[in-house]
């Protein structure tokens, strides 16, 4: 079973657990005076309490199976013009939240808006000011530009991986 297999796997089984159990919230209970609407009703309930069980049996089966494909899998990706190696898990996190994280620290590299021009210093006499730079600014807006299309990058390889790698049992 590839990744993308297991993912749709899950999320069928999620809609199926779903419906057993609102299944048994409609069906769970009845007035002595009403007709059920299964014949062993009771024992009706209690087969799709199993069932719901059983499934989500499954579904921690494959979220484990996943989790330990994506730890043991690495994946290439050109980022910047660099093969990046990291595991599945790894890109997963990096595109999830860290990118961004990453992204916005060098767009917090800014001038402040500070303004370069004169000013009178404390003996009265006009003085230049210029603005001291802790950065370089060539490198901030190259890391930006970088990091606006890393996820992307990350998507498109982890969609290709994922219709492409075996998971692990």
């Known amino acids: 079973m ?3 297999e297991a993912l749709k796997q899950i999320k069928d089984l ?28 009771k024992a009706q309930v209690a087969s799709w309490v ?26 290439v990706i050109e980022l910047d013009g660099k093969q990046v190696t990291k595991t599945i ?3 997963i996190h990096r595109r999830r939240d860290l990118a961004n994280l990453d992204r916005d620290m060098w767009k917090k590299l800014t ?3 500070l303004k370069e021009g004169q000013a009178v210093n404390s003996m009265q006499q006009p003085t230049a000011v210029t603005i001291v730079r802790c950065y370089d600014p060539k490198e901030r807006d190259n890391k930006i530009m970088a990091l606006d299309s890393e996820p992307s990058t990350i998507d498109g390889k982890l969609e290709i991986v994922n219709a492409t790698t075996d998971l692990m049992e």
């Open 2 to 4: 590839k990744l993308i």
């Open 111 to 113: 001038d402040r808006g």
């Open 14 to 41: 999620q809609r199926k657990a779903e419906d057993l159990r609102n299944k048994v919230g409609q069906h769970s209970a009845y007035m002595n005076f009403e007709t059920p609407v299964y014949t062993d009703q």
């Open 50 to 75: 199993q069932a719901h069980s059983d499934i989500l049996k499954e579904i921690l089966r494959l979220r484990v199976a996943l989790q330990k494909t994506n730890i043991m899998t690495s994946v």
């Open 89 to 91: 898990a790894e890109w």
